[in-house]
């Protein structure tokens, strides 16, 4: 029983039983979910669903991995624990707790969070993550790792804008790389370039 996979096509099971009297399935539009966990509890009462053990929540657009998830109204909100994993496309983001608002198509992580993509590995203490306008923010001790360019920063802050391609770090800015030591309050990279610009009191290191 252990190793018995359940799976739930999450649309189904909504319109079943969180749907209030009455309400015609016709009128609800949602994006088809599948879920897969080794014990899935459904909690009509408290309309909540909670999935524990090789949890994996899979849409069109993105697959989401955890140790336990958590569900609540009609899945507008989902409270991911454990050994956290999001891929999206390109993006990987991880973390010990991540809450989904697939509403608002955004994504807030921590417990030692991170993001990769094509060589690119960011690390802070908190991550927020609109998928709607592309933009993360992290903010805590910030790091940046790209094996491409060989070059380590930190900084304080962090705001990616994917979109642009445009990499901004705040507050005590340090970059590091092979030739050299950068110092800042304010640097922008260019993530299809590598350009770097640096501001406010910015200082340069060659060795």
Known sequence: MSNYKIILLISVFCLLFFLPAGTQAM??????????ADELILDD???????????????????LSSDR???DDLLE??????????????DILSGEKLELDLN??????T???????????????????????EILLVSGQVSI??????????AKQLE???????????????IKRERGLMTAERVVIDAESRQITASKNPRLIIN
């Open 160 to 174: 990616y804008k994917l979109a642009d391609g445009e990499i901004i770090l705040t507050g005590e800015v340090e």
């Open 45 to 63: 009462l408290n309309q909540q669903l909670i999935a524990i053990d090789n949890v994996k929540l899979i849409r069109e657009d993105f697959t």
């Open 27 to 36: 009128e609800v539009e949602m994006d088809e979910l599948e879920l897969l």
């Open 111 to 133: 417990g030692n969070p991170a993001y990769k993509s094509e060589g690119l590995l960011v690390k802070g203490d908190e991550f927020n993550f609109n998928y709607q306008t």
């Open 104 to 109: 608002e198509d955004t994504a807030w992580v």
């Open 145 to 154: 790792n790209d094996e491409q360019e060989g070059l380590d920063a930190s």
């Open 77 to 90: 909100m989902i409270e991911a624990t454990g050994s956290v994993k999001l891929e999206r496309g390109k």
């Open 69 to 71: 998830l958590k569900a």
